[in-house]
């Protein structure tokens, strides 16, 4: 596995609180400074705020990604294996953690020369721009092939367009779901899925969970709060 890369400079605060889980990768430039595995895994087990956003760890005996900080105690690191976006965890067929949110973790450091492309594109998708259009109109609009855009994406996050967008759209709908009373129905909408069927179905992929059981969880006395919380302490 090829570490994610640190990098070096800053975007925008409007950028980083709209792309909020999502971490960027420069894993083709072996100059660059690089974050190794050991580094990673010093800056998950001492939760080191400094790297939050910059990679997630997955957990393969619990199928859960997680960011550097979160408050439960570290898996061994022999059942590890760090990834540089949330899209590339749950394309690896990880489930984002519910105790430290990867949904609201900081953007990472921004990038110079071909990744201004990935943050136009990955400013249009937070703005719904794959919510219903392909992949082609996307490029079109940033001026560059399909093709190429898809490459851009994989080099940096590890993870499709689409990839991209669906975790977005899942993001979008739990912090929805936290932080509003909207109805499923209403959230679906505002999430940017075509359908509550929709809606129902990929955020039961990602969680492993419905959203009602998410909605429900709200109430920290609730039984299902306390189950949910106890499975994400379980992991070893």
Not at 58 to 72: A, E, H, K, L, S
Not at 187 to 193: E, N, R
């Amino acid at each position: 596995m090829r570490p994610p890369a640190l990098l070096d400079t800053c975007i925008s605060s409007t950028v980083f609180s709209m792309l909020a889980g999502f971490g960027l990768c420069h894993r083709s430039n072996m100059s660059a400074a690089m974050l190794d595995i050991n580094q990673c895994e010093q800056a998950r087990v001492r939760r080191d705020r400094r790297f939050d956003g910059m990679f997630f760890s997955g957990v393969r005996t619990t199928r859960i990604y997680c960011r550097p900080v979160c408050p439960v105690k570290p898996a061994k690191a022999a059942n590890v294996t760090f990834y540089p976006s949330a899209a590339a965890a749950e394309l690896a067929g990880f489930r984002p953690c519910l105790r430290c949110r990867p949904e609201a973790a900081p953007f990472s450091p921004a990038w110079m020369g071909t990744r201004t492309t990935v943050e136009r594109a990955l400013r249009l998708i937070a703005d719904g721009a794959l919510d219903d259009r392909n992949v082609e109109a996307l490029a079109d609009r940033l001026g560059i092939g399909s093709r190429h855009l898809s490459r851009l994406f994989q080099r940096h996050l590890g993870a499709s367009p689409v990839q991209v967008a669906q975790t977005t759209r899942v993001q979008r709908a739990k912090r929805l779901l936290d932080e509003t009373d909207l109805t499923m129905s209403e959230i679906a909408v505002h999430a940017g899925f075509g359908s509550l069927r929709r809606f129902n179905t990929v955020f039961a992929e990602v969680y492993r969970r419905p959203p009602t059981e998410i909605r429900r969880a709200r109430n920290p006395s609730s039984p299902q709060c306390r189950l949910a919380v106890n499975a994400d302490r379980s992991r070893t």
